[in-house]
């Protein structure tokens, strides 16, 4: 079945430093959804990008869509301590299909 | 800003009892999702309706976990009899459209099972 891979696991900066998570999908992906879940809370939207190489900003977030449709990143610029959580990315292989969500990297910072 | 409902928030239970968890989607949204959630890990795929019917429920281990979601608004998923491996957190999540893929999640706040 899908498998949906993002490295890193884990990734502790100190803030101000930029952070960058992947994400790989063993399966070309109709689009990739992008969710944060803050430490005891609950998976929250952040952005969908559904066209080949597709770059998409929301103010210290950049996300981009890989040309074949099976990788993805997460690149944050200037961390702050209010960006801690782990970032989960998740897509389906059909536009009817299931997302599946990969493991999500926690990240950590360090005031 | 419209919620999705769950209930109970925790529930803490023995082995081989039956536990029962609760979800009201948004307001409209056709689509119903419970997902599992395990400590360090990203959130499975249950069981999925569009309105009462079910649509995806490969991953359910349908010889204890039940799902229905009969007026096709709230949801109730079981567990009996549950296990120590079912501690874990169960979301449950709506979109508007049938399309899964297409469209966007929104999760409740979860219900955290503990199995002891």
């Known amino acids: 079945g899908q498998q949906v891979m993002q490295i890193p696991q884990y990734q502790h900066v100190q803030e101000g430093e930029d952070f960058t998570t992947y994400c790989n999908s063993s399966t070309t992906l109709s689009n990739i959804q992008w969710y944060k879940q803050r430490p005891g809370g609950h998976p929250v939207f952040l952005i969908q990008l559904v066209k080949s190489g597709e770059v998409k900003k929301q103010k210290r977030l950049t996300f981009q869509f890989g040309e074949a449709k099976k990788n993805s990143s997460l690149h944050i610029t200037a961390t702050q301590t209010t960006d801690v959580g782990t970032y989960f990315c998740?897509?389906?292989?059909?536009?009817?299909?299931?997302?599946?969500f990969g493991d999500g990297t926690t990240l950590t910072v360090k005031p | 800003e419209a919620e999705v409902a769950q209930s109970p928030r925790y529930k803490i239970t023995e082995k081989s009892q039956a536990v029962a968890f609760w979800c009201d989607p948004i307001s409209g949204h056709a689509t119903l999702y419970w997902y599992r959630q395990i400590l360090g890990q990203g959130p499975e795929l249950l069981v999925q309706f569009q309105d009462e019917s079910v649509v995806d429920d490969s991953q359910l281990p349908k010889d204890r976990f039940s799902a229905e979601r009969l007026k096709g608004v709230d949801s109730t998923l079981k567990i009996q009899p549950a296990e120590l491996g079912d501690s874990a957190m169960y979301l449950c999540a709506s979109s508007l459209a049938g399309q899964a893929g297409a469209n966007v999640l929104t999760f409740g706040a979860g219900s955290r099972l503990t199995v002891l």
């Open positions: 998740a897509g389906p292989a059909t536009n009817a299909g299931k997302s599946t």
